[in-house]
C-alpha cells in the first residue's frame, strides 16, 4: 500500500499543540489481574494512534476506560487539556468520545435506524419516538458509507458482517465524533471491505479526528496510524511514530517487549 | 450533538443512498404481521373446533361475552409480562401480587373509604384504584430493585415474591374474605351492571373505527413528511376495512347478548322505562373489564412501540452489553418494567376482586402460570427481544378459549390441565418452527 508516503507528511504538524486525549497512568485491576497497570497514552487532533498488543494485553480494557465502559481504579484522563471525569459511556459521547467495538455492540433484534440511535433517539414534539426522521437520517448517512445498503427495516440479525460493520460505523460518525475508538475495526471484513475503511479512516483523520486504532495484528494498522503504542500484560511497552520505527521493530515491542531506539520506552519495556 | 437531539428539517428530495423500493406482492404491500395473522387462524380454529365438539354451545353471544370478561384480568397482566420476558426476565409472582393487591383494595375500601366517603362515593372507587396500583406498583418496584440493583436473579426474586405475598395476602385480614362494598368498584368486574349497553357500545366502535382510520392518514403523513414509498392505496383501503369490519363484528355479538325476558322486564321496571307489548330486549354491549383491559393494551402498545422506554427494553433484551453501551441506564429501565408488572396485576387484582365481589387470600393462585403463558403463546420469545402485546392478549384468549371450551364439553378440571399443558408446549414448539424456517 503506497499510505505510507502520504501519512508521514500529517505526523510532524499534527502532533502540536494541546493534546486531544491525555490518558496518563491509568490502572484497572479485576479480582487481582492488573488488566491496565500504570498505562499513558495521547491522540492529537487529526492523528491515528494504532494501539496495538497481544489478545489480553489490556488494549481493549484502557479504551473501555475512555469510552465510559468501565472506570479507572486510578489515573487521570484529560480532553483537550482540561480534567474529564468519564463515569459513563453517556459521559463519554458527551466529551464527543465514539467507540466502535469489536463486538460491534449492536442490537440484534432491531433494525439499523434504531441501533444507530440507540440511546439518543430523535423524538417527535409530542414526545415519542420519530422512527420515520430516524430511518431517513439513516438512509443518509448509509447512502455515503455502503451504498449498497437496502436492509433498512429489518432487525440487523439479518445482515452481513460488513453490513453490521457499516451500521456500528454509521452509529459512530454520524454524532460528529471528535475523537474515535476503533477496537478491530476490520476483523470481520473481507479485503474490499477492508479497504473501505481504511480510505474510511484517512477521510475522518483528514477532517481533524482523533481515531485510536486497536488491533493484535500489525499489518492491519501499521500503514494507517501516525504513531503505534504497544501493550503487554496490562504495561505499556512504548510509543513510536511509525516513521521512525520498522514493522519489525515494532513485532519485537508486541512479542519481546522490546522498545527500539526509535521508541520511546513504557514502563512494561524489558530493556 | 446539537443536530441530533431536535428532528432535521425534511430533505427535498427523496433521501440519498438506497432508494426504497416500492413493495410488489400483496402481503408485503398489506403490510401484515403473518405470525400474527396465524395466532387469530389458531384462535379462529379452536373456536371451530371448539363449536362442534361443544354441540354449538361455544359461538354463541353469550359464551363469547364471558370468554371476553373472563380473559380481561390475564389478559392485562400479560401485557406486562412481555415486557419483563423481553427483558430475559421472568417474573412468577404476579397471581401473588394480584392477591395481596386485590386484599388491599378490599381492607382499605371496607375499613377507612367508606366509613370516609359514605356509600358508592366515586371518590371510593377512584382512591381504591389508586391505592392498589401503588401498591402492586411499590411492590414490583422493590423486585425490580433486589433484581437490577442487587443482582439476584429475576427467577429467585419472583419465587420469593410469590411466597411472600401470598402470605401477605392472608396477613392483610388474617384469612378472611372481605367483601366489596362499592358498587361503582363493582362495575369492573362485568356482569349486567358492569357493560356499557347497546348505544354506548356502537359509541365505542364508531370511535375505534375513527382512530384506526386517523392512525392509517397519520402513518401515512409521516412516511410523505420524508418522501418514503407509500402504502398503495387499494391496501391502506383493505387494512381500514378490516379493522372496523372487526371492530363492528365484535360489537354485533356484544349486543346479541341480551338480559333473560324476565330479569330485562324487571330491569326496566326498575329504570323507570316502558315495556312496548313485544317485550323489552336489553343488551349487555361490551362489559367494562374488557374495555380496560382493550385500554391497558392500547396503552402498552404505545409504550413499546413508540417511547423510548420501549425501545430500551427491546434494546436490552436483544442485547444487554450494547445497551449499556450505548449509554442506557439497563439498572432503571429493568426497575420500571418491574414496578409496571405490579401496578399491571394490581389492576387485574381490581378487575377479578370486582368479578367477585370480594376480595380472599387465594385470590390469583397460578395466575402467573397463565400469564407466562399467554405471553409465551402469543410470541414472545423466552431468549428475549422479541414479543407484541397484542399477541400476549391474544395468546391471554387462546388460553381461556380452551379453558371455557372445555367447561362446555364437561370436561374434568384436571383433564383441562393436561390439555392445556400439552398446548402449551405444542403452541412454543410451533413457534420455534416458524422462527427456524422463516427467519
Known amino acids: 500500500m503506497n499510505n505510507l508516503a502520504s501519512s508521514p507528511v500529517a505526523t510532524p504538524s499534527a502532533r502540536t499543540g494541546t493534546p486531544l486525549v491525555e490518558m496518563r497512568d491509568i490502572r484497572i485491576a479485576f479480582g487481582g489481574v492488573h488488566a491496565v497497570d500504570g498505562v499513558s497514552v495521547d491522540l492529537y487532533p487529526g492523528e491515528v494512534v494504532g494501539l496495538l498488543g497481544h489478545n489480553g494485553a489490556g488494549k481493549s480494557t484502557l479504551i473501555k476506560i475512555l469510552a465510559g465502559a468501565y472506570r479507572p481504579d486510578s489515573g487521570e484522563i484529560r480532553i483537550n487539556g482540561a480534567k474529564a471525569d468519564i463515569g459513563n459511556p453517556r459521559d463519554a459521547k458527551r466529551y464527543g468520545i465514539e467507540t466502535i467495538y469489536q463486538t460491534l455492540a449492536l442490537a440484534d433484534n432491531v433494525d439499523a435506524a434504531a441501533n444507530l440511535f440507540l440511546g439518543r433517539e430523535l423524538m417527535t414534539p409530542w414526545g415519542t419516538l420519530d422512527d420515520v426522521a430516524m430511518e431517513a437520517a439513516t438512509r443518509e448517512v448509509m447512502g455515503r458509507l455502503n451504498p449498497n445498503f437496502r436492509k433498512f427495516k429489518e432487525p440487523v440479525r439479518g445482515l452481513s458482517g460488513g453490513q453490521r460493520q457499516s451500521v456500528a460505523i454509521a452509529r459512530a460518525i454520524h454524532f460528529n465524533a471528535k475523537i474515535l475508538i476503533m477496537d478491530e475495526p476490520t476483523a470481520a471484513l473481507g479485503p474490499q471491505e477492508t479497504a473501505q475503511v481504511a480510505e474510511l479512516i484517512k477521510h475522518l483523520k483528514a477532517e481533524g479526528i482523533g481515531i485510536f486504532l486497536i488491533s493484535h495484528d500489525i499489518h492491519d494498522v501499521f500503514d494507517l496510524a501516525d504513531r503505534v503504542s504497544v501493550m503487554k500484560n496490562g504495561k505499556l511497552v512504548g510509543t513510536a511514530s511509525t516513521a521512525d520505527v520498522t514493522k519489525d521493530e515494532v513485532l519485537g515491542m508486541i512479542i519481546l517487549g522490546k522498545s527500539p531506539p526509535g521508541a520511546v520506552a513504557g514502563p512494561g519495556a524489558s530493556n | ?439
Open chain 2, 1 to 439: 450533538m446539537s443536530d441530533t437531539t431536535t428532528a432535521p428539517p425534511a430533505p427535498t428530495s427523496a433521501p440519498k443512498g438506497a432508494p426504497a423500493t416500492a413493495p410488489t406482492t400483496f402481503v408485503g404491500a398489506l403490510e401484515i404481521d403473518i405470525r400474527f395473522l396465524g395466532m387469530i387462524g389458531a384462535l379462529a380454529a379452536i373456536w371451530i373446533v371448539f363449536d362442534f365438539l361443544a354441540d354449538g354451545t361455544f359461538l354463541t353471544p353469550r359464551n363469547l361475552w364471558n370468554l371476553s370478561v373472563q380473559s380481561s384480568s390475564i389478559a392485562v397482566m400479560s401485557t406486562g409480562m412481555v415486557l419483563v420476558i423481553v427483558m430475559r426476565h421472568i417474573d412468577l409472582s404476579v397471581g401473588s401480587i394480584l392477591g395481596v393487591t386485590g386484599m388491599i383494595m378490599a381492607v382499605f375500601q371496607a375499613s377507612y373509604l367508606m366509613p370516609t366517603f359514605g356509600f358508592n362515593n366515586p371518590a371510593v372507587m377512584a382512591l381504591t384504584l389508586v391505592a392498589g396500583i401503588a401498591a402492586g406498583a411499590a411492590i414490583g418496584a422493590l423486585h425490580g430493585f433486589v433484581i437490577a440493583y442487587l443482582g439476584v436473579p429475576a427467577f429467585i426474586v419472583t419465587l420469593g415474591g410469590l411466597l411472600v405475598w401470598r402470605g401477605a395476602a392472608w396477613a392483610v385480614a388474617q384469612g378472611k374474605t372481605i367483601p366489596l362494598t362499592d358498587d361503582n368498584f363493582k362495575l369492573l368486574g362485568g356482569g349486567a351492571d358492569g357493560s356499557i349497553g347497546a348505544t354506548w357500545s356502537w359509541v365505542v366502535a364508531a370511535i375505534a373505527c375513527l382512530a384506526i382510520v386517523f392512525a392509517a392518514i397519520q402513518a401515512r403523513r409521516q412516511r410523505q413528511r420524508f418522501h418514503f414509498p407509500l402504502k398503495p392505496l387499494w391496501a391502506e383501503v383493505v387494512t381500514i376495512s378490516v379493522g372496523c369490519l372487526a371492530v363492528v363484528a365484535a360489537t354485533l355479538v356484544v349486543n346479541a347478548y341480551t338480559l333473560p325476558a324476565n330479569l330485562a322486564r324487571r330491569y326496566a321496571e326498575s329504570a323507570g322505562l316502558t315495556i312496548p307489548p313485544e317485550g323489552i330486549s336489553i343488551s349487555f354491549g361490551y362489559a367494562v373489564p374488557v374495555l380496560v383491559a382493550v385500554a391497558v393494551g392500547i396503552v402498552m402498545t404505545f409504550i413499546t412501540t413508540r417511547t423510548r422506554f420501549g425501545r430500551y427494553v427491546f434494546a436490552i433484551g436483544g442485547n444487554p452489553e450494547a445497551a449499556e453501551l450505548a449509554g442506557i441506564n439497563t439498572k432503571r429501565v429493568t426497575l420500571t418494567v418491574f414496578a409496571l408488572m405490579g401496578a399491571l396485576a394490581a389492576i387485574g387484582a381490581a378487575i377479578s376482586t370486582a368479578r367477585l365481589n370480594s376480595a380472599t387470600n387465594a385470590q390469583g393462585t397460578l395466575d402467573e402460570l397463565y400469564v407466562i403463558a399467554a405471553a409465551v403463546i402469543g410470541g414472545t420469545s423466552l431468549a428475549g427481544g422479541s414479543g407484541t402485546i397484542a399477541g400476549a392478549m391474544i395468546g391471554a384468549l387462546v388460553m381461556q378459549s380452551l379453558q371455557s371450551g372445555m367447561v362446555l364439553m364437561r370436561v374434568d378440571t384436571p383433564y383441562q390441565n393436561i390439555v392445556v399443558g400439552i398446548v402449551l408446549v405444542f403452541a412454543v414448539w410451533i413457534d420455534t418452527v416458524y422462527r427456524k424456517r422463516f427467519k
